[in-house]
């Protein structure tokens, strides 16, 4: 095993609230353990294109309560390509940094597994997504500022929904999962909650409905945006065919889910991650995502924790929870 001396740190997918926890624990880490730290901009992007600067104990002061990415982040097109991880790798060599740690979710780690197999290079992940879609951890990064960033908003909802007896229908993110819509409807007492894990449909929720307390002044439906459904708009379409005397909106919470502080969980799993990881490098560890599962830090191999989420996490259980609690 060659020492590792020097390492470089990464952004990359979607921003989530954590992630400059995350970098600063990786730096602060790297200094600990006698190691340069690279920041590299704009992920992947970045990587490719040389786009390195150095960071030291001062540049990661005072950004462990800030939202975004100092690091800034991308999708990038280049790195799906042999010849952009080529590039990816030449950069590296130049710039003499022997080993990576990357923030990102699922895209990030298929691209990290890929790199990490071509050129024999030492990779350590941070699950950074609001999404919480990955195997080999119970939360991601983001993951609990972003369902409380629901629940902020949805609470508001709530207020003129009761004040003017209609029904909400609000779409959040998560792209082919439900869980920000699974644990974010739970937390505002949504009255349905559709999820592409559950497959209810337009014609399950309208039944629900139908069923459903006729007394209730306020309903809120959570609608997740990989739902089959087709988006809240869609779902409002129906409904408004089907409910003629229901007064209905729809509210599409969009990109506000992915911004502002970081709650303390977010903080503290950062950091967690982000120094263990700087150890998983030290200790040898490569083509791994570090995860926490009940309260304990390990490690899972890139094509595992991408396979999306724990069938775990959309058990029955969770899909009667909602049904009861909606009585
Ligand atoms: O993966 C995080 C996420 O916010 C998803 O929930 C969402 O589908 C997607 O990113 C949106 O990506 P973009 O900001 O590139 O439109």
Known sequence: MTKIKNIGVLTSGGDAPGMNAAIRAV????IYYDLNVTGILRGYEGLIHGDFIDMDRKSVANIIQRGGTILKTARSDEFRTAEGRKKAFEQLKKHHIDALVVIGGDGT???ANLFTNEYDFPVVGLPGTIDNDLVGTDFTIGYDTAINTVVHAVDKIRDTAESHDRLFIVEVMGRDSGLIALRSGIGVGAEAI???EANMGVEGLVTRLASGRKDKSSKIVIVAEGDEVG???NVGEVLKER???????????????RGGKPSCM???LASRFGVAAVEGLVNGRSGEMVGQVNREILFTPFDHAIKHIDAEEVSPAWLKLVEILSL
């Open 27 to 30: 730096v602060r880490a790297g």
């Open 109 to 111: 780690f298929t691209g």
């Open 194 to 196: 559709l999820i592409p």
């Open 231 to 233: 988006g809240a708009f």
């Open 243 to 257: 409910f003629p005397a229901y007064d209905i909106r729809v509210s599409v919470l969009g990109h506000i889910q």
């Open 266 to 268: 977010d903080r503290v």
